[in-house]
């Protein structure tokens, strides 16, 4: 808990000023009580039961009053809400690697399945993309609320040389953003974009077309980035998620395959493909998301629904203020009516 005018908890001070007020009128009763000769009669036709209630009232106000002294100090807490994305891209890897059978029946099949799975359980108010990459990356299904066309979409795709996994959190963006206009052609195919090199001049450019906001902030969407190997060309994918934390979006990777290393044959060629999981883990940490690893179709099961639990709920510092009013003001309200029916006046 905390607060963002930390200073007005001063104010609850006035609590044990109102406590030694009312123990100084009680006192005070008391000693004027004392003039009365059948003092022993008016206590036992009181009873304890009677002496005891004449105290909730003042109590219950007393505490209404720290809740809402509380309340102007704006109290902050960290709790469970639903996430407010309204669309989520799934960008997955669909290079020649992704045909390995060390994640049974293979790594493609099982991206599919998990992914197929995933996209059931989100909520059908959420608008879902996908993009698929290999040595480029292209939109396979703009955002939509059509659960079937992203389910075919993730059916159709092909395997291709290479990977570009910068490529694939450019057009992800792109389409997440389609009025700041994001040169594509320009970040993918430029001079600058080949073998995962710095972005140079087109990224300076398109930094200036919005105003960066901190990391994690946009609460509209999100990526989620799927592969199993390295960058082999395309722009670089650490630049690509500087473009991402800039405009606030979450990107969420996930590893599949082996950390190791592995030799791959795809259209008579054969290739080491290795999982780069530093890469996956400074993009997720640059735009503050997850990165999860998946070593076989049931870790991947896993991952995918951790995610869905990510993306519909999540833990979130909010101001608790109309809270510690609305509690206040129900004790406040309970004071008087107690205190209307058993003895007649508002406290």
Not at 97 to 104: I, N
Not at 142 to 147: D, V
């Given at each position: 808990m905390s607060f963002a005018w930390p200073e007005m908890l001063w104010l609850l001070l006035a609590a044990p000023m109102l406590v030694g007020f009312y123990v100084f009128l009680l006192w005070r009763k008391k000693k004027a009580a004392l003039s009365y000769p059948n003092l022993a009669l008016v206590k036992e036709a009181m009873g304890a039961g009677q002496r005891i209630r004449r105290h909730i009232p003042p109590v219950l106000f007393l505490l209404a009053l720290t809740l809402m002294i509380a309340a102007i100090a704006r109290p902050h807490a960290l709790v469970t809400l639903p996430m407010q994305h309204?669309?989520?891209m799934l960008a997955m890897d669909v290079s020649g690697?992704?045909?390995?059978?060390?994640?049974?029946p293979n790594r493609i099949t099982a991206s599919q399945t998990a992914a197929k799975a995933f996209v059931a359980e989100l909520p059908d108010n959420i608008r879902i993309g996908v993009v698929s990459f290999a040595g480029t990356a292209s939109v396979v299904q703009?955002?939509?609320?059509?659960?079937e066309d992203v389910l075919a979409a993730i059916d159709r795709f092909q395997l291709q040389r290479a990977t570009a996994i910068g490529s694939a959190i450019i057009v992800s963006l792109a389409t997440l953003f389609p009025d700041q206009g994001i040169d594509v052609s320009s970040l993918l195919y430029g001079r600058d974009a080949a073998r995962g090199v710095p972005l140079g001049h087109a990224a300076k450019t398109q930094s200036k077309e919005s105003k960066p906001v901190p990391p994690g902030s946009y609460d509209a969407a999100a990526i989620i980035l799927l592969t199993d190997g390295q960058t082999t060309t395309g722009p670089s994918p650490l630049d690509a998620a500087k473009m991402a934390a800039d405009r606030g979006v979450r990107v969420f990777t996930v590893g599949i395959g082996t950390t190791k290393g592995e030799i791959i044959g795809f259209e008579g060629w054969s290739m080491r493909v290795r999982l780069d999981e530093d890469t996956l883990k400074q993009i997720a940490n640059m735009t503050r998301a997850d990165y999860f690893y998946a070593g076989n179709a049931d870790d991947l099961r896993k991952v995918y629904e951790k995610l869905n639990s990510r993306l519909v709920l999540e833990k979130k510092k909010t101001e608790v203020t109309a809270l510690f009013a609305a509690?206040?003001?129900v004790l406040a309200l309970a004071s008087a009516v107690l205190s209307l029916l058993w003895f007649g006046r508002i406290l």
């Open positions: 309204k669309t989520i690697s992704m045909r390995a059978a060390d994640v049974q703009y955002p939509t609320l059509s659960r509690a206040g003001a």
